[in-house]
């Protein structure tokens, strides 16, 4: 099927007062684009009652960030439409070299917690310190709404469908700041408000002398493209519709939308917001910056997520895919790194690292770990953290931007999802105030 847009339209999308721009975008589009949409029932997924949404609001991308986002503003009563380049898919069909930039494929997909510095008057932070405090003093607080998603997905019976697995999570230090040696328990349970079980380990209980502290805890890991696929459902069983169309603007998508579109013998109507969450942010923003990972899947399944960091600033870690699909061991951190190729040399190292970290993975008389596939992809990471915040594009309208995450973008995924919500609403229900 097509959308039905004029035959050729141009427009100058200009920079914005509130931001650094680059110069003015000269966008054009053809007649006819290819758009897929996935439906069931064209009456009861389409019909679109206005005087019961909040308005019309268009999400592009359809990576975790834009599924749970979509998924919010449904819920939250709002017709939405998602535009995307890529869509979820079955792992194994998605071509590791075209896809290597739809990041949530290749992701690990589980949940840690990474605590802010503890209050100390004796020993103040630095500049750097303080900026790297408040992030994650914000991102812990989108990981403790996505732990409580997750939760309530459990408890609504759905997280088989889902592909969510509640596990217990560890966590093993080289080099520790004072934001792990002062972690305890109770600081965990009442300051953090961390769920379920948290323990420090004892140090009988580390793989070897290198390992300075340690800790495990009630976590939760998800299978990737399950997850997404689930989300997709939900937002098509809620009367989201979805585009299979890349854009280059959220200029161009307010251009698409001007009008109301007759499809499916609905009407999809104008757009009153856009969603950016595109991962690296249409490629306009000079903070953005792909951090190149290189994982493995392995035959054996784990009980356990666990993370081990390394003195010299590498990583060993596991994250169980769970539903017998296997487990990934990881990774690198590879900033400025576009090689799409795995290399043999580093999956060696990378399983020889972490069955040595953990060799309970090797049961019932296995010696080595055993690689189905090498994982390449591309963590779209930013300076200063994820961009969320609203702006108004001069020449296109209001657009909620939310990429950047790099490699946290399942664990923070309904924290944002939520504020996403949060900014649309407050800037719609400021504009309706405003013409009243």
């Excluded at 869509?87 to 896809?99: C, G, K, M, T, Y």
């Excluded at 589980?110 to 503890?118: L, Q």
Aim: proline share 7%.
């Amino acid at each position: 099927m097509h959308l039905r847009f004029p035959a050729t339209t141009t427009f100058s999308l200009r920079p914005s007062s509130t931001r650094t721009s680059p110069p003015p975008l000269i966008v054009s589009f053809a007649q006819r684009h290819s758009a897929v949409c996935y439906t069931t029932s064209p009456r009861e997924l389409f019909s679109i009652n206005m005087s019961k949404s909040k308005g019309h609001v268009v999400v592009i991308g359809a990576g975790v960030i834009g599924l749970s986002s979509a998924l919010a503003l449904l819920e939250a009563n709002y017709t939405t439409t998602i535009l995307a380049k890529d869509l979820p898919a079955p792992f194994e069909s998605i071509d590791p070299r075209s896809q290597i930039n739809f990041t949530s494929p290749w992701g690990g997909a589980h949940n840690r917690w990474v605590p802010p510095f503890p209050p100390s008057s004796s020993t103040p932070l630095t500049p750097t310190q303080q900026a790297e405090h408040a992030l994650r003093i914000r991102e812990h607080a989108f990981s403790l709404s996505t732990f409580h998603r997750m939760q309530r997905f459990q408890n609504q019976g759905q997280d088989q469908q889902a592909g969510i697995t509640f596990l217990k999570g560890i966590e093993y230090l080289e080099s520790p700041g004072p934001e792990y040696t002062s972690l305890t328990a109770q600081r965990a349970s009442q300051e953090l408000g961390l769920p379920g079980h948290f323990r420090v380990l004892e140090s009988h209980e580390f793989p070897d002398d290198k390992i300075q502290w340690g800790c495990e805890y009630d976590t939760w890991c998800v299978n990737p493209m399950q997850y997404c696929l689930f989300l997709l459902g939900q937002i098509i069983a809620r009367g989201g519709k979805v585009f299979k169309r890349e854009v280059r603007s959220v200029g161009e998508v307010f251009q698409l939308f001007s009008d109301s579109v007759q499809e499916f013998g609905a009407t999809i109507p104008q757009a009153d917001a856009v969603v950016n969450a595109t991962g690296i942010g249409l490629g306009d923003d000079e903070m953005v910056f792909p951090t190149r990972g290189q994982t493995c899947l392995v035959q054996e399944p784990c009980d356990a997520t666990v993370t081990r960091q390394n003195a010299d600033g590498t990583w060993t870690f596991c994250v169980p895919r769970g539903f017998k699909a296997g487990t990934i061991i990881g990774g690198t951190k590879e900033p400025d790194n576009w090689d799409p190729k795995p290399d043999p040399e580093v999956r060696e190292r990378l399983l020889r690292a972490f069955e040595g970290t953990y060799p309970s993975i090797l049961a019932d008389g296995k010696t080595r770990l055993t690689p189905v596939r090498d994982i390449v992809g591309r963590r779209p990471t930013r300076k200063g953290g994820l961009r969320l915040e609203g702006e108004v594009v001069d020449g296109a309208g209001f657009v909620m931007h939310a990429y950047g995450l790099g490699g946290r973008g399942y664990e923070l995924s309904w924290g944002v999802a939520e504020s996403v919500v949060e900014g649309i609403q407050g800037h719609l229900e400021s504009e309706k105030g405003s013409r009243l």
